[in-house]
Nanobody
Framework: QVQLVESGGGLVQAGGSLRLSCAASGPSFSSSVMGWFRQAPGKEREFVCA????????SHADSVKGRFTISRDNAKNTVYLQMNNLKPEDTAVYYC?????????????????WGQGTQVHVSS
């Protein structure tokens, strides 16, 4: 069992930065692939980025490449999402997810645990 709690969301102007954190509890964090997803109003949940258990492999959606960076600290049971050069279209609820498989993937069905989400609003 993994419980996930996101933090760090808020209101920021376009071009600004935010860092989201996702704190995990439970024994499985270091053996979990971790991902970030987001859902904007009226839209489906979409993949943002993911990281392997050892941080050796990452995957980013094309829409965030070069602007967002995922990282993790297994000693702190925490995964981070550094978001730079934010755009109004990045406005969404951001969710952290943990998957017990080994593949870094953007497919939400491959993730077993989800946090409650944190709101990010980017003003123009």
């Amino acid at each position: 069992q993994v419980q996930l709690v996101e933090s760090g969301g808020g209101l920021v102007q376009a071009g600004g930065s935010l860092r989201l954190s996702c704190a995990a509890s439970g024994p499985s964090f270091s053996s979990s692939v971790m991902g970030w997803f987001r859902q904007a109003p009226g839209k489906e949940r979409e993949f943002v980025c993911a990281i392997s258990r050892s941080s050796g492999s990452t995957s980013h959606a094309d829409s965030v490449k070069g602007r967002f960076t995922i990282s993790r600290d297994n000693a702190k049971n925490t995964v981070y999402l550094q978001m730079n050069n934010l755009k109004p279209e990045d406005t969404a609820v951001y969710y952290c997810a943990a998957g017990l498989g080994t593949v870094v993937t953007g497919r939400p069905e491959r993730y077993d645990y989800w946090g409650q989400g944190t709101q990010v609003h980017v003003s123009s």
